[in-house]
């Protein structure tokens, strides 16, 4: 029999109610003949909570008891949709992630899947049952201490189990109905993407959309298991068939440009009058990179004279100020006139497989957005993607401008 990995988000599983409705989901895809594992989180703002509890016991927490503690709220709704589906005549019990095992790495809160060994899921379909499996988290073997994994670790476990039954696809349930060409909040023209590519949905994650984690969609793309993005709110009896995610030779016809992408999470740092000589990057970007600061834009300017440079540089809004002390610290180092910075930016991104075979494609933007009275603070570009950073009193005049720009108004 086919399988599939079904996976519902916090807000899909939010009480009782909601979790019968993932029964019924569940249920229909029985129905059609599918051996089904089904992924969740935990309820809606359970994790915020059980997060809250380990601080107010103590600031410097553990990290393993933290884990031991914030992986709870899985295993409760994971109990509760085994009992709503075995009430329907379904034959399902929960899974622990230690009890598969999804063994991971020691990276207690931030861990990395290893290995899953699926023979005793493989055991349980043999039985005819659901698997109901507790998402974000796995098992240190040498430890033995549960491990979680972090922001979108469920989505995580999703695609990586999906990988290891061998499952035909892998249904990713949301509060919304697919992936759409940008913030339908922002664009209310915005159209939903019936398919798109891994590499465009990994540049779309990575950029600012919210739809999916980074980490689930590289999984994706590294072990080609298609991802559908669905809703959980839909009807289970009438249920849409959203966004699928999957390879480019399986999509007929593709835009030039797929999706318009942004991100208020940036800061821009800039350094004046830095002195031009060898050494003098690594010295600025160095000491960043040792606190796991990720840097991304980054332009470099040369004076008349060519003995300074200017260099600016973004950074995420949250690391702004450590990294301004970071290169404070650095200063005789680098030996930098000044340092200037702005929080009130954003970064508008264009993806398209499109770009590799079509010239001019950034060109045309930069243009509309000049017209538009939009100045460009910094540009980065990749095979698939350029990205504009802005002021971002202009962030919607410029992602509704690149959506109308590139025909995805009637997508």
């Known amino acids: 029999m086919p399988r599939l990995v079904m996976k519902f988000g916090g807000t899909s599983v939010a009480n009782v109610d909601r979790i019968r409705n993932v029964a ?84 207690h809160g931030s861990a990395r899947i290893e290995a899953i060994d699926p023979k005793n899921l493989d055991a349980g379909f043999a039985r005819g049952e659901v698997a109901v499996i507790a998402g974000f988290q796995g098992v240190h073997t040498e430890t033995g201490r549960v491990a979680t994994l972090g922001r979108g670790g469920s989505d995580t476990s999703a695609v990586a189990i999906a990988a290891a039954i061998g499952a035909e696809r892998c249904d990713i349930y949301t509060d919304v109905d697919g992936v759409y060409t940008t913030d339908p909040r922002v664009v209310p023209k915005a159209q939903r993407m019936e398919r798109v590519t891994f590499e465009e949905m990994l540049e779309m994650a990575s950029l600012g959309a919210k739809v999916l984690q980074v980490r689930s969609v590289e999984l994706a793309m590294v072990h080609r298991v298609p991802t559908t993005v669905r809703s959980s709110f839909d009807p289970p009896d009438a249920a849409r068939p959203g966004t699928l995610i999957c390879d480019e030779d399986a999509i007929v016809e593709q835009q030039i440009i797929t999706g318009i992408a942004f991100s208020k999470d940036e800061a821009q740092v800039t350094l004046r009058s830095v002195k031009d000589s060898p050494g003098i ?76 075979s079509h010239a001019g494609v950034a ?44 025909g995805l108004d009637q997508a």
């Open 281 to 356: 990057a690594a010295a600025i970007f160095g000491p960043l990179a040792d606190a796991n600061i990720n840097v991304d834009m980054i332009i470099q300017t040369v004076s008349g004279d060519q003995s300074t440079t200017d260099m600016t540089f973004t950074v995420p809004a949250a690391d702004y100020q450590r990294s301004r002390a970071i290169l404070d610290a650095q200063r005789e180092r680098i030996q930098f006139g000044q340092i200037e910075g702005a929080t009130d930016v954003v970064k508008v991104s264009a993806i398209g497989v499109g770009m590799r």
């Open 24 to 107: 019924a989901h569940v249920a229909r895809e029985v129905a059609a003949g599918y051996e089904v594992a089904v992924v969740v989180s935990a309820m809606s703002g359970k994790t915020n909570e059980l997060v809250a509890w380990v601080k107010d016991a103590n600031d410097l927490y553990d990290e393993t008891e933290y884990d031991a503690v914030v992986a709870s709220g899985e295993l409760i709704t994971a109990g509760l949709l085994a009992i709503a589906l075995q009430k329907t005549g379904i034959k399902a019990r929960s899974w622990q992630g230690w009890q598969i095992p999804i063994e991971t790495s020691n990276a």
């Open 363 to 406: 060109a045309k933007a930069f243009r509309a957005l000049a017209e538009k009275g939009i100045n460009i603070r910094a540009i980065t570009t990749s095979e698939i993607k350029f990205s504009v950073l802005i002021d971002a009193a202009y962030t919607e005049l410029a992602v509704r401008t690149l959506h109308s720009l590139y």
